[in-house]
Each structure stands twice: as C-alpha cells, then as structure tokens.
C-alpha cells in the first residue's frame, strides 16, 4: 500500500482533489511551524494552530462521496450492532467513529505543547513527538473509558463534540446504492472475521 501511496503523491497527474488536500497538508505545516517559530505557546496561539491543522480533513470531507460513504459505513455498523433490519433507519453518527478523538487530541496537544515551552526554552522536535504522543495515547484511553461508560454523563460529555462534527461535516446521509456498499463490505467482514 505504501509504494502505491508514494508513487501517486510523485505524480503530477493527481486527480484535483487529492493536490487540494495536499497543498492544504503542505501550507498547514508550514503556517503551524511559522506561528510556533515566531510566537509564545499561548493558548490562543494554539488554538489558531490546531485549528489550522483541521483545514485538510475539512477539504477532504467536502467530497460528498467520502462523508456519505462514512455515513453508510455508520450505519451498517450500527444496525449490525443493534440488529436492525433497516440499515437506513439507524443514525449516521457512531459513538466509535475516530471524530470523538478529534477534540480531546487538540485540547491535550494544545496543552502538553504550552507547557513544554513554558518548561523548555527552545524544545526539540523529539520532545514535541513525545508531548504529542502522550496527548494521542491520552486521548485514545479516555475514548476506551467513554465506550466502556456508554450512558454515564462523563462519557456523553466525551462523545459530544465528536457526535457534532460527524452530524455537521464528517458524515451525510447515504444514497441507497452507497448503503448497498456497506452492506457488501459489513458481509465480507463478518465472512472473514466471523462474530465470536
């Protein structure tokens, strides 16, 4: 997968989409790391930058297709889930979709990077890794608790943000042929991988 990844981001023939996100890839990291360069960690300064680093997915969750597609996807999962014979009945929006990861990420990154350069002066790209890390690896435990805790006022906390993005952005709803799609692949899972 990765040699084919290489190979199409080598080529001046990507579709218009594909240059789109990644010129919004390539001026976000470079606007990210102009701000951290020339500014103090503050978190205004932060939240500028982890808003900016949202612009990519934004751009490539304005395909239509992908987000109904993520869309279907939710659904068949969650009908799978609840055994609901009407796939286009069950919501589009799934507690388990990586979009509940999203804001808590930017709240620890945002944190754990103002407090690395309040502590070090001119931290090193390693340490920024690290701080990184530890928000990631933060953020995905909390995910763990919050499905563990489905129900619990925390957990819905938890999940709310992520619910409204899938709700405004990141999911549409599906045509029936996209829908047919995701009951295809959700079949060739359980083919595969049969339930326990």
Known sequence: MLPLVRRRM??????????????ATASTLALSNLLRRNSRATPAREAVI????????VIALTDRDLA????????????????VDDVASVPKEHDRCG???????????????????RLVEKPSNAA???????????????????DRHHGEPL?????????EIQRLL???????EQLEVSLAAMAEILRVEPAP
């Open 155 to 163: 957990a819905e906390a938890f999940h709310t943000p992520g619910r």
């Open 99 to 117: 979009s509940n990861l999203l804001v808590p990420m930017m709240l620890l990154s945002a944190a754990g990077t103002i407090l690395l350069e």
């Open 10 to 23: 080598r080529s001046a023939r990507l579709p218009f989409e594909e240059r789109r996100v990644l010129v």
């Open 128 to 146: 920024r890794a690290v701080v990184g890390l530890a928000g990631a690896s933060l953020a995905v435990e909390a995910f763990a608790w919050s």
């Open 170 to 176: 990141a999911t549409k709803e599906p045509s029936p």
């Open 68 to 83: 109904a597609y993520h869309g279907a996807e939710h659904k068949a999962i969650a009908a799978y889930e609840q055994g």
């Open 50 to 57: 982890q808003a900016i680093g949202a612009v990519p997915a």
